[in-house]
């Protein structure tokens, strides 16, 4: 196995470790991730009328994931604290039964924001969820992924979609 397809996450004695980024270049970084929460019709309608009895579904939903894109390095073990320069969360309606999720991520770092941008998407949907549970226990959340990132010693990636 070559240096380049080792998995950095181990240490010499197989065991996790948070990697070390010292050496490496701050530069501007940016994540993008998707996800959606699709619903019976009714609920979306109600959704978007605001309706539902917990309050404003999309506006405690948007706050929920940029929260979370900000604790991410709370939850997910190997994850480096970063300092967010920016968190934005769109919604989409797909359809009569489906929302449709968008995070954009941004920092100037030594490294990336994907972990944040799919932690936001999932407490965004999650959240969704939540509020709507009471009157629809049938929602499905996801597929959740990572739409593209730039900056890093990785260079850019863009997810086609196919």
């Not at 920016?86 to 309606?93: L, N």
């Not at 965004?124 to 009157?135: N, P």
């Amino acid at each position: 196995m070559s240096t380049h397809d080792q998995l950095t996450h181990f240490n010499e004695q197989n065991r996790a470790r948070m990697v070390d980024i010292s050496d490496k270049d701050v530069t501007k970084r940016e994540a993008v991730a998707r996800s959606r929460v699709v619903m019976k019709p009714e609920t979306l309608l109600r959704v978007k009328e605001g309706k539902i009895s917990k309050g404003d579904v999309l506006a405690v939903a948007q706050v929920a994931g940029i929260m979370a894109a900000k604790k991410t390095s709370d939850m997910i073990p190997m994850c480096h604290p970063l300092a967010l320069t920016g968190v934005d969360v769109t919604y989409e309606f797909e359809g009569e039964d489906t929302i449709g999720v968008w995070v954009k991520v941004k920092t100037t770092g030594k490294t990336g924001v994907e972990m944040e941008a799919l932690t936001a998407a999932s407490a965004v949907t999650l959240t969704i969820y939540d509020m709507c549970k009471a009157m629809d226990k049938e929602m499905v959340i996801g597929p959740t992924y990572l739409v593209k990132k730039t900056g890093g010693k990785s260079g850019d990636y863009e997810r086609v979609e196919g």
